[in-house]
């Protein structure tokens, strides 16, 4: 098992700042290493004013916009045109501002009203993009995710089949305590990642946030206890304010 790497900030703002300059180096190391860099990229409020960071000088004149391929790590089961949509806001804070090729966007087809066969069409598309056989996953460069106070990350939330799922790309499960679908990516996916990046901000996830890195181990409570990569890195920026319970 890797030892998460911690990163302790003062704020969000330092926070934001430091993930911009993560994101920068990541890209450029995928880059030169394959000629590209592939992203799953997530929801909420972190990773919002990242997206919106990056497409401001001096970071968005030191991305190869071109070379990036921009997937989802979740998404909720809504179309775009909904607020709520992943991808919507992604579009809005990054998408529309930077020069990014369409067909390097990704995006997961939550308009399906079948949430299931939106999350077997989005395999479909990594296992094409990916060219992989049978029995493999896929190898993000880097995919962004957060932490619920109820410890889910990505759409892996407490007590769904979702965080035990070892031969599904995509899954979606049903969340009872949101009364609605998600559409997520599985942990052996996110667990194949070359780089693995949690934002976790607010004293309100601060006890969990310390179950989550120092408690038992019982995934089925804190779904975010199974990431942990097979064959890369796992970071974890934290402000202060989620920090502060850690032994660390
Ligand atoms: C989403 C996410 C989800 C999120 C956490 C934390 O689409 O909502 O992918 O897993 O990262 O709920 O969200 P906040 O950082 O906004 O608290």
Do not use: C
């Not at 990350?153 to 499960?173: I, K």
């Not at 974890?236 to 989620?242: F, L």
């Amino acid at each position: 098992q890797v030892k998460p790497e911690i990163q302790v900030f003062a704020n969000a703002e330092a926070l934001t700042q430091a993930a911009a300059a993560e994101f920068v180096q990541q890209a450029h190391q995928a880059i030169q290493a394959r000629g590209r860099f592939t992203i799953a990229l997530s929801g909420g409020s972190t990773p919002k004013s990242l997206y919106a960071l990056l497409a401001t000088q001096p970071w968005r004149n030191q991305i190869p916009w071109n070379q990036i391929h921009f997937f989802w790590g979740d998404e909720r089961h809504v179309p775009p045109s909904d607020p709520s949509n992943n991808f919507r806001m992604t579009q809005e804070q990054l998408l529309f501002q930077v020069p990014i090729p369409q067909e390097n966007v990704y995006r997961i087809k939550a308009e399906n009203p079948d949430a299931k066969a939106a999350a077997a069409e989005y395999e479909q598309d990594l296992r094409q993009f990916f060219q992989l056989q049978e029995h493999q996953f896929p190898r993000f460069d880097l995919v962004l995710l957060g932490m619920g106070a109820n410890g889910h990350t990505a759409s892996l939330f407490p007590g769904t089949d979702a965080v035990h799922e070892q031969t599904r790309l995509v899954v979606a499960p049903w969340v009872e305590e949101l009364n609605s679908y998600r559409i997520t990516l599985t942990p052996p996916v996110i667990n194949n990642a070359v780089e693995i990046l949690f934002f976790v901000t607010g004293a309100e996830k601060a006890t969990t946030l310390k179950a989550v890195l120092e408690g038992q181990y019982q995934p089925d409570r804190l779904p975010a206890q199974i990431i942990s990569p097979t064959q890369g890195r796992v970071m974890w920026m934290i402000d202060q304010a989620a920090a502060h319970l850690l032994e660390t």
